[in-house]
């Protein structure tokens, strides 16, 4: 069964770049089959999509996030990782990471395993 | 952006009660509709993928239907354990947006 567990700092000051690295244990993220995606809520807050890697370095992000983030992997550790440049407190919040499965004859997908998430906070 | 509204956005229900819980797309999403159960401090759970298919391992009171741009998810009969926010989410197109969450208590 595949685990995925974030890591990083939990404090980051304004302007800052933000870095998280998401574990996975159980599977490889070269497998075809899956891809990786981060998600993020705020506190009192719902859930928001930032962004997803393809295994074929692929990415797709959130327009919200105006060219901030940058998501990329490390095949040799099977880890995923996430940037988030110039961050200000509008950017304090759970972050997730997880995986999505695909349907290949209909391009459906869903995120069928996450991470605990990490609680990162901007403030100086 | 497709917009999803969750309804409602809490309620209140019994061990044994029978729970729906509605997400509404702003523009059609053909079936790209998954639902997500969220407890305080644990990773959000897959439980509906594609509308109304259940996800492996999850309790068949569980259920997921499709009405146009409308979806649900339905607990047949709550149980303890249920006690917890759900979330809609779709992949039809990015950005992908999820629904702003049921919080299902006592």
């Known amino acids: 069964q595949v685990q995925l567990q974030e890591s990083g700092p939990r404090l980051v000051k304004p302007s800052e770049t933000l870095s998280l690295t998401c574990s996975v244990f159980?599977?490889?993220?070269?497998?075809?089959?899956?891809?990786w995606t981060w998600v993020r809520q705020p506190a009192g807050k719902g859930l928001e999509w930032i962004g997803r890697l393809y295994t074929t370095g692929v990415t797709h992000y959130n327009p919200s996030l105006k060219n901030r983030a940058t998501i990329s992997a490390d095949t040799s550790r099977d880890q995923v990782s996430l940037r988030l440049q110039s961050v200000t407190a509008a950017d304090t919040a759970l972050y997730y990471c997880?995986?999505?499965?695909?349907?290949?004859?209909?391009?459906?997908?869903?995120?069928?395993?996450w991470g605990q998430g990490i609680l990162v906070t901007v403030s100086s | 952006d497709i917009h999803l509204t969750q309804s409602p956005s809490s309620l209140s229900a019994s061990v044994g009660d029978r729970v729906t819980i509605t997400c509404r797309a702003s523009d059609p999403i053909n079936s790209y509709l998954n639902w997500y159960q969220h407890k305080p401090g644990k990773a959000p759970n897959l439980l509906i993928y594609?509308?109304?298919r259940l996800q492996s391992g999850v309790p068949s009171r569980f259920s997921g239907s499709e009405f146009g741009t409308d979806f649900t998810l339905t607990i047949s009969s709550l149980q303890p354990e249920d006690f917890a926010t759900y979330y809609c989410q779709q992949s039809y197109m990015t950005p992908w947006t999820f629904g702003q969450g049921t919080k299902v208590d006592i």
């Open positions: 594609a509308a109304t």
């Open positions: 997880a995986r999505v499965e695909e349907e290949s004859t209909s391009w459906r997908s869903w995120l069928d395993s």
């Open positions: 159980g599977a490889s993220i070269s497998s075809e089959t899956y891809y």
